[in-house]
């Protein structure tokens, strides 16, 4: 029988070890490449980088799925979209190619799924929603919209409401999660 003091220690060992993934890794890799492609100018190395945070938004969940997923991954994933997304709004923003309500319209998820989590933590009823097929629409939608700024082309407008309208699906229905959530009874 092993010492429950060196049973603790060998624990947290095994959290330590899950937080450095391949899956966590590909998701924070998201991050730098926001970074980049706001710092390159040319719109086909934008279509690269943007073509590899799309390549590593896939390959992180699958990768989660088939060697086993990580407490930080579930943090890691959602943030390092956001801020890849963000970046590349602000700077499609900033280019004039759409106005700030489409450009808010397409965020508008990423926007309020923050504000949402931090009201059920106010409320003292923390919770995250699964993968949902609305919030993969939008995020398809979001890479759709600057492959069209990217290319130049005249589908950029349409796309981009399009996408806000995915958003107020994906908010309605986790809306509906969470008042589902709030109704039933704490633990």
Avoid: H
């Amino acid at each position: 029988m092993m010492p429950q003091g060196m049973a603790r220690a060998e624990g947290r060992q095994g959290r330590a070890a899950r937080v450095l993934t391949v899956a966590n890794a590909l998701s924070a890799s998201r991050i730098p490449l926001a970074f980049l492609f706001a710092a390159v100018g040319d719109p086909r190395v934008r279509l690269v980088v943007l073509g590899s945070a799309a390549a590593t938004d896939l390959l992180d969940g699958w990768t989660a799925r088939r060697f086993g997923p990580s407490s930080l991954g579930a943090a890691v994933d959602p943030v390092a979209d956001k801020v890849f997304y963000l970046t590349a709004f602000v700077v499609l923003g900033l280019s004039g190619s759409l106005g700030l309500l489409e450009v808010l319209g397409v965020l508008l998820r990423d926007i309020l799924t923050p504000v949402g989590y931090l009201a059920s933590v106010v409320a003292r009823r923390p919770f995250t929603t699964p993968a949902r097929a609305g919030g993969k629409a939008v995020t398809v939608g979001q890479c759709l919209t600057l492959c069209a700024w990217l290319l130049d082309s005249p589908l950029l407008r349409p796309l981009a409401w399009a996408t806000a309208a995915m958003a107020l699906y994906a908010l309605w229905d986790y809306g509906r999660l969470a008042v589902r959530r709030a109704e039933t009874p704490n633990d």
